[in-house]
């Protein structure tokens, strides 16, 4: 079976992380993946929520917005509906917890850092992308704190990325576009450390329930992916890839 975009099954999109994307956030990132695209920024505040004041630790919390053009068609934004959608928090408390599972925030001390992840144009996959382009700008935030003196040492003890993988008509496939996602009968979110350990997994069988043995296909063509996206991150960081996790606690 051919792909929409003629690329092979087990092939990312075009991957493209672009660096230091704007001017005010200390990290901040554009990421591309094909026609997906997302801003995504990482912002040091120098204090904690109250209810974690005075325990010596740090907070990472992320959040997500897609802008009402994103998409085929206008989505209006949260702040018109006064609220937040279901996608919207599931996909942002997503969001924060894969990049606290490589956060050391004992040695992050007592500051937050949000990370706020913004979909400019919507092709699928986009919860994963922001996963990807948010560690970039997570690690330009952090090393900029190092840089001050603030903290010292960058405390992450892994790389981590994500990707969608999924099924259909039969074959699994490698980060789904659109046009492929809302076609294929399972998908899978799958977010990963560099040492291949699982941070979580969102695998929706609606359509054709899967059975364990495509669930581990799915499994390693997902970490397959996830290896080419960290050598992209690394390739985006230059030096600075050097010193992720070597002082880490090895956990991950
Ligand atoms: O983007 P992601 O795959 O993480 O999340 P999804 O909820 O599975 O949505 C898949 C895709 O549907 C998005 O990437 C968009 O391209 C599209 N979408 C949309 O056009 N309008 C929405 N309100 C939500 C999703």
Partial sequence: ????????????RPVKITRNYLKHAEGSVLIEMGDTKVICTA??????PPFMKGQGRGWVTGEYGMLPRSTEVRKPRDSTRGKIDGRTMEIQRLIGRALRSVVNLEALGEITIFIDCDVIQADGGTRTASITGAFVALVDALNKLKAQGKISRIPLDSFVAAVSVGIKE???????????????QVDMNIIMTEKGHLVEIQGTGEEKPFTKEEMDQMLRLGEQGIKELIRIQKESLGELSGIIGDEGNGSN
């Fill in 170 to 184: 039969s074959n699994i496939l490698l980060d789904l576009n659109y046009a492929e996602d809302s076609t294929c």
């Fill in 43 to 48: 912002s040091v505040e120098e204090k904690v």
């Fill in 1 to 12: 079976m051919g792909r929409i975009d003629g690329r092979a099954l087990n092939q990312l």
